[in-house]
């Protein structure tokens, strides 16, 4: 038996990590059960630390025991399995290397360009170089590098790395994260570094009323070169005084959200010198997944009926544009770029657009902006995202590739001094390079393309953050993380993103407890810290660890983020009881019921069924509120027992079940709930708000509810992940098959049909073209459809569902403890089941017919009449 799929914090091979004790993983190949294992690491070719011989199947998350790394420290772990019949196996190697971890680590001086920023102008990109010669053979040098704004780095004319938009995205004003990036076989004797920093989310613009200079007026960056030589001795190359700079180089506008003008016949001077800058945050490595350049499209180039040319890529996607163009100097080439053609077939950008103060503005033009009275603001208004990029010629080819911006786009509006070859402009997608890890099929090819979409919406909003959309808004909305968590969790290992992204959240958390509704912090707090705590959304704060900890096994993270966790439930209770003194005194559960404060509730059910939700009209949103309380303490209640804190548990439990009490209260009637209203009984059917009789009851007028709306979805951002699983619950697989393959609007499918090749934010298509939440259905595909779930360590459960018009259905999914499948097929009014289990794993296997088994590693045929 051998180890493969090595992984080190959740991270193959990282470099400059900020782990002090680092915790390995693998999976097993080439053998049945793991029955023992050896860890052995190494620095320098000494042994730091030997595991020895450890009778277990542990495969996740088994921690260093050896002495205290250091800072730079780079270690080889090597495991070494033994099998069933207590063979061993040959050893698997795997390495990480620790950053910066102190900060006396640090040497290189924070600078920015020698100007003085004035208010309302935008600044080109900054250029900073420094050359110098290594005084022998390198034997090993690294740069490390973090900015307040975006920045790329070029030693000896070639590109550092293949990180894109670095340093990714904080609350600067926190935390800031450097990029660790091996340069030795780049160095040679005379060398030259040059530095680009843009504005990114540090000054440019962010959020839907592209807020500028969010964090400050002065970008800057920070760049340590450490070469240590063969010889033995070391040297140190950093950012300070001594870097030559100006920002007359070929990128004269370069903004996160608005694109970039680029004039090729430019390039930087040097003339000046960096400026030593006011410090930021000591930086920390982000521990994550790097965004990469991905997938390439072509173009096809097609004529508006107003004369128009518009290049389709075929794909939404969020992303670059690369562009080849063979022009005089001075010609011009301008895209525009979008994600649909409106209903003439022109050109659009309305459905992403909103318009914003020319000028930088305060806080009354965000309340008039919010209240949507922008009329009321004085001064001339622009539309925000512009998604623009210009290109300037120099004589002969020019070459360009987006640098700084990124934009969510299908088309690009195409005005031009000379022809362009659409073969000549290509898309280029932008993600963070997430491991893919899960695959469903079936029979129905207009669901497979749900599936793809669903999975290009994910790519397209998970860039170091996860955003609401690549276009409008591109925030960590937290609601919408925490219901498309399982989803994203089945296609990609996302264990690495969301620790990130839960330090975000942990740094968007105010004094009261009530985080954010978007991390990290992106301004505009009447509207983002005045909904932060609103249920369904706040609650991702203890959901998405809690969801970490089951699927990955990472009991640290409810250490990590528990007084956060803790700080949150405080908020909620302080906030318990009925605004109106009325309402308080007639609900004999009053202190566990919850709806003070603003909350979103349901949020984007069909038109029919919307609550108006907005600055100037708040529904009041008890049903949501109510029961989320009891969801979250049931979960913080779960959470503090493992933690050993049963003090605490018993608190959170008191109100989860105070919090159920009230809910029966005040939405449970004659032992059931009546209404056509989707969301208003999965809740309490998903969330276990209901005893089993008034469940039954309950789901039944769910399956009355949807053949009301003829197999319609009519459930918003917080039901849809868990409508097709309650009424799976409930015996009806039938009904929820009928809402799944329905093609009518509103429905999954319907977006499809419309031509849509990512997830519609609203069921009638008017706003953001590529928003994963509604695409969270997807999770019950694998957990129900295929069947698969993690049930523990080492431990699968499976139980497929097949149904509706389905002749086949096949899920894979690389989970941490190995690669999983499950499929099934019906002929001749049989159904034939394929499931394989990996090494050093069980799986307990329930068909359709009633029959269960308990199953181990390899494949498993069953056949059911």
């Known amino acids: ?88 196996g040959e050893a698997a190697a795997s390495w990480f290397e620790l950053g910066l971890l102190d900060a006396d680590d640090w040497s290189a001086h924070w600078i920015t360009g020698d100007y003085r920023p ?4 935008r600044y080109p990109v900054d250029c900073f170089r420094t050359r110098f010669r290594a005084r022998g053979n390198a034997a090993r040098a690294r740069l490390y590098a973090p900015a307040l704004g975006l920045y790329d780095a070029h030693l000896n004319g070639v590109r550092v790395g293949d990180v894109q938009l670095a340093p990714g995205s904080t609350d600067y004003r926190t935390r800031v ?196 009275q922008q009329h009321l603001i004085r001064g001339e208004l622009e539309p925000t995202p512009k998604q623009e990029i210009t290109v300037t010629c120099a004589e002969g080819v020019t070459d360009y590739q987006c640098a700084f911006t990124v934009a969510g786009f299908r088309y690009a509006l195409v005005e ?102 978007v991390a990290p912090y992106s301004g505009v707090p009447m509207m983002y810290d005045t909904s932060g705590g609103s249920a369904g959304w706040a609650d991702a704060l203890v959901l998405v660890p809690y969801r970490l900890w089951k699927r990955y096994g990472d009991e640290a993270l409810l250490h990590e983020f528990y007084p956060a966790m803790v700080r949150y439930a405080q908020f909620m209770i302080a906030r318990t009881g009925h605004k109106r ?17 603003f909350h979103y509730g349901e949020w ?31 979960h913080l209640a779960e959470i503090a027992t493992q933690l050993g804190k049963p003090t605490d548990a018993a608190r959170f439990t008191q109100y989860a079940e105070g919090a159920k009490k009230a809910y029966n209260h005040l939405f449970v009637h004659d032992g059931s709930i009546d209404t056509d209203r989707q969301a208003k009984l999965v809740r309490p059917l998903a969330l276990g708000l209901l005893d089993s009789e008034t469940a039954t009851r309950v789901a039944d007028r769910l399956a009355l509810a949807v053949e009301n709306r003829n197999d319609a979805i009519g459930t918003g951002f917080l039901s849809t992940p868990f409508v097709l699983p309650v009424l799976t619950q409930a015996g009806r697989p039938d009904a929820a098959y009928r809402m799944l393959e329905n093609e009518n609007a509103p429905s999954w499918l319907a977006q499809v049909k419309a031509g849509a090749t990512t997830v519609w934010e609203d069921w009638e298509g008017e706003a953001s ?33 097949p149904g509706g018009s389905l002749t086949r259905a096949a899920a894979t999914y690389v989970s941490p403890y190995g690669a999983v499948s499950s499929s099934w097929s019906t002929h001749g009014g049989a159904t034939e089941f394929v499931i394989t289990v990996p090494p050093n794993t069980t799986a307990d296997i329930r068909l359709p017919d009633g029959r269960c088994c308990s199953a181990g590693p390899g494949e498993h045929r069953f056949r059911s009449v």
């Open 177 to 372: 994260q450097y990029q660790t990036y091996d340069v030795t076989h780049m160095l040679g004797d005379d060398n030259t570094l040059e530095l680009r920093l843009a504005d990114g989310w540090y000054r440019g613009a962010v959020g839907a009323y592209g807020v500028t200079r969010l964090f400050g007026d002065t970008t800057a960056l920070r760049a340590q070169l450490e070469i240590t030589y063969t010889d033995g001795t070391s040297e140190t190359f950093g950012t300070g005084a001594g870097f030559a700079w100006s920002n007359d180089g070929p990128l004269r506008y370069a903004d996160l959200k608005d694109g970039e003008h680029y004039d090729a016949r430019r390039t930087p001077t040097y003339r000046g010198r960096a400026r030593i800058a006011r410090p930021g945050p000591v930086p920390t490595a982000s521990d994550n997944v790097a965004p990469r350049t991905q997938e390439e499209f072509s173009a096809t180039a097609l004529t508006t009926p107003s004369g128009a040319t518009v290049l389709d890529f075929g794909q939404n996607i969020a992303g670059f544009i690369r562009l080849t163009v063979d022009g005089k100097p001075g010609q011009q080439v301008r895209l525009r770029l979008g994600e649909i053609l409106d209903d003439d077939g022109e050109f659009t950008q309305k459905n992403i657009q909103l318009d914003k103060p020319v000028r930088q503005f305060g806080r009354v033009s965000e309340f008039l902006l919010m209240t949507g």
């Open 416 to 517: 031009a001094d000379m022809d362009i070859d659409p073969a000549a402009v290509r898309a280029v997608a932008v993600y963070s390079d997430l491991e893919q890890t899960g695959t469903f099929t079936s029979s129905n090819p207009t669901l497979d393309r749900f599936v793809e979409n669903t999975r290009w919406s994910m790519k397209g909003n998970f860039l170091d953050v996860p955003t609401d959309c690549p276009t409008r808004e591109r925030l960590g909305w937290t609601g919408d993380a925490q219901v498309f968590f399982h989803t994203a969790a089945y296609f990609m290992d996302v264990a690495a993103f969301f620790r990130k992204w839960m330090r975000d959240l942990a740094d968007s958390q105010l004094r009261s407890g009530k985080p954010r509704a």
């Open 1 to 88: 038996m051998r180890a493969v799929r090595l992984k080190t914090e959740h991270l193959h091979e990282p470099l400059g990590l900020g782990v002090r004790t680092p915790r390995f993983s693998w999976n097993c190949a080439d053998g049945v059960v793991q029955t023992a294992y050896r860890v052995v690491a190494e620095r320098d070719g000494q042994t730091l630390w030997d595991s020895g011989k450890v009778r277990s199947a542990r495969m996740v998350l088994v921690p260093y025991g050896g002495p205290a790394l250091r800072s730079r420290d780079r270690v080889v772990w090597r495991v070494t399995l033994w099998d069933e019949d207590d063979v061993e």
């Open 604 to 634: 984007l059910e069909p038109k029919e069924f919307r609550d108006e939700v907005s600055a100037r009209s708040l529904p009041l949103c008890t049903e949501e509120a109510t029961a989320y309380l009891h969801y979250t303490m049931a």
């Open 769 to 801: 073209q590529n928003h994963y939440a509604p695409g969270a259905v997807c999770e019950w595909l694998f957990d129900s459809v295929a069947g698969i779930r993690i049930a523990g360590d080492n431990r699968f459960a499976i139980a497929p569902v």
């Open 581 to 597: 003194r009325k309402d308080a005194a007639a609900n004999p559960f009053n202190a566990y019921t919850y709806e003070k404060g």
């Open 118 to 121: 004035k208010k309302n102008t």
